[in-house]
């Protein structure tokens, strides 16, 4: 008896073994190195036919990583029989083909997102974000709009430390009490504003545009790449009535505790012979960031001073000769009220930020105006001026 239960349990366990070996075998572990991350689209170009030495390449958007293919696929899926794929590592990436003989290139973009009907003026290249095993489809390659303008003039704002470059054609107008900054042509609705908005919490640039836009109906928003300097922002194709309904293009940028948007309201339904709103996205593309120059912290933009009022800041040493600067009042038409010197006791011989003040005392009948530093320019010279206004009401 005791030699027929050792039996049995020899049995049992040569049997759970086979068991446990045949269940360990259904579980394939698949090899870390066959996870394949990869991007598809269609092939697109302005011509009849699609160049055979066009190159696709998926750039990294936080470092110089990128991958890049010359080979066409030939399917009917595409949209015009062409397209390509990439096999890429995760992580975010713009999209965007070059031909060697041209100068502009091709994007996966707002414009080709948008359906590339006539009323869709913006061509932001849009971010695309990979996670390992993705493979997305869809991402074309169609948008090969010429970005390049001339812009020979150079607006900067050191209020939100940017600047933009423009065309001759193209006018500026600030409205520093609403925060906000006009590009146009003369006589016709801005083609550009540029509108500052408060981020008092801090939030992110996605939970501030989540926050403040309920998207409806054909209304979308996207990550995109935009600017000189390739900044991450979040587009937002938006519509509103105010007579007729209009398309609204924004673009949208955190800086610190500002929200910058830049936006363009287009008619959807325009006048015959009116032209279209096609500098938006040419103006928006030379947006850079410039360092903190200068920053006031008295007066605040709309405050009301009476006299005196003590004026003070900090400005990077550049800003000073003799450790002085200039502060003037003008009234709203730019008429002098008064002026006075901004004096420093730190070392003005340095490109660092230091500290500035100077007295106002005043008396007018005007109730707005601007206190206005300006930066000292012994030289005289135009491309050495610089200056920032602060608008006030005056009691």
């Keep these: 008896m005791k030699k027929i239960l050792i039996f049995i349990l020899i049995c049992l366990a040569i049997g759970g073994g086979i068991f446990l070996f045949l269940n360990q075998s259904n579980e394939v572990e698949i090899p870390e190195e066959s996870v ?20 696709v390449c998926a750039k990294a958007v936080d470092s110089d990583k990128e991958y890049c293919t010359s080979e066409q696929l030939e399917n009917e899926k595409y949209k015009y029989g062409k397209g390509y794929k990439l096999e890429v590592s995760p ?19 707002t414009y080709v997102k948008c359906g590339m009907k006539e009323a ?63 590009f146009g ?54 519509y509103k009535s105010v007579g007729v309904t209009k398309e609204i293009d924004r673009v949208f940028y955190k800086d610190n505790g500002v929200i910058l948007e830049l936006n363009s309201g287009i008619p959807s339904m325009e006048q015959e012979g009116e032209e279209r709103n096609d500098l938006f996205s040419s103006l928006a593309s030379t947006f850079e960031k410039i360092d903190n120059e200068i920053s006031v912290t008295n007066p605040e933009i709309g405050a009301e001073i009476s006299s005196p009022i003590t004026v003070e800041g900090q400005a990077k040493g550049t800003w000073f000769f003799e450790a002085q600067l200039n502060i003037k009042l003008v009234d709203n038409q730019g008429n002098l009220i008064t002026s006075t010197a901004g004096t420093t ?51």
């Excluded at 913006?122 to 493979?135: M, R």
């Excluded at 500035?356 to 206190?371: C, N, P, R």
Aim: proline letters at 5%; a negative charge.
């Design 36 to 55: 394949k991350t990869t991007i598809e689209g269609s092939l697109g170009y302005p011509s009849e036919e699609i160049p055979s030495n066009i190159e």
């Design 91 to 109: 992580g975010n990436y713009y999209i965007e083909a070059s031909k060697e003989d041209n100068d502009f290139k091709g994007y996966y973009s």
């Design 120 to 182: 869709c003026i913006s061509h932001f290249p849009i971010t695309v974000a990979l996670e390992k095993g993705d493979s997305l489809t869809g991402i074309d390659v169609l948008d090969w709009t010429d970005r390049t303008r001339e812009s020979v003039n150079e607006y900067k704002n050191h209020n939100f430390n940017f600047k933009l470059s423009y065309p001759e054609t193209i006018e500026v107008e600030e409205d520093m009490r609403s925060r906000e900054v006009y």
């Design 185 to 238: 042509e003369e006589d016709a609705k801005p083609n550009l504003t540029v509108v500052a908005h408060e981020n008092e919490n801090n939030l992110s640039l996605s939970e501030w545009v989540d926050q403040n836009l309920q998207l409806e109906g054909d209304e979308f928003k996207t990550p995109v790449i935009f600017g000189n300097g390739d900044y991450e922002a979040i587009f937002a194709k938006t």
């Design 345 to 395: 006791e730190e070392n003005w011989m340095t490109e660092n930020v230091i500290p500035f003040q100077g007295e106002l005392s005043f008396e007018t009948d005007k109730e707005m105006g601007k206190v206005i530093i300006e930066k000292a320019n012994p030289s005289g010279r135009p491309e050495n001026a610089d200056k920032v206004e602060v608008p006030v009401d005056l009691k």
